[in-house]
């Protein structure tokens, strides 16, 4: 399994940011995806979850309302979609994936930096 992120970049608050997370290397019907971030001498942290078959998504208190998570099952990308940006939503973010038996994620893109400027 690969999982290739791409996206970020600088970008003022309020402005607006699509990661994407480009999956390969088996199908993934029965996986569930995920975007998390770490940023400088912090935890990783979720951001937002969705399963690959359907069901809804879920995200993190802080990114509600902000924060969209899609997938193109056609292309096997997952998306991130992410507006109103604040400083504090300034971290590098990383795609993971696992399948919907496990409890922890196995497998993680690279990460791709996200910079808010105030």
């Known amino acids: 399994v690969q999982l290739q992120a791409s996206g970020g970049g600088l970008v003022q608050a309020g402005g607006s940011l699509r990661l994407s997370c480009a999956a390969s290397?088996?199908?993934?019907?029965?996986?569930?995806l995920a975007w998390f971030r770490q940023a400088p001498g912090k935890e990783r942290e979720f951001v937002a979850r969705i399963y690959w078959s359907g069901g809804g998504a879920n995200y993190a208190d802080s990114v509600k309302g902000r924060f969209t998570i899609s997938k193109d099952n056609a292309k096997n990308t997952v998306y991130l979609q992410m507006n109103s940006l604040k400083p504090e939503d300034t971290a590098v973010y990383y795609c993971a994936a696992t399948p919907i038996t496990t409890p922890k994620y196995d497998y993680w893109g690279q990460g791709t930096q996200v910079t808010v400027s105030s």
């Open positions: 290397g088996r199908t993934f019907s029965s996986w569930r």
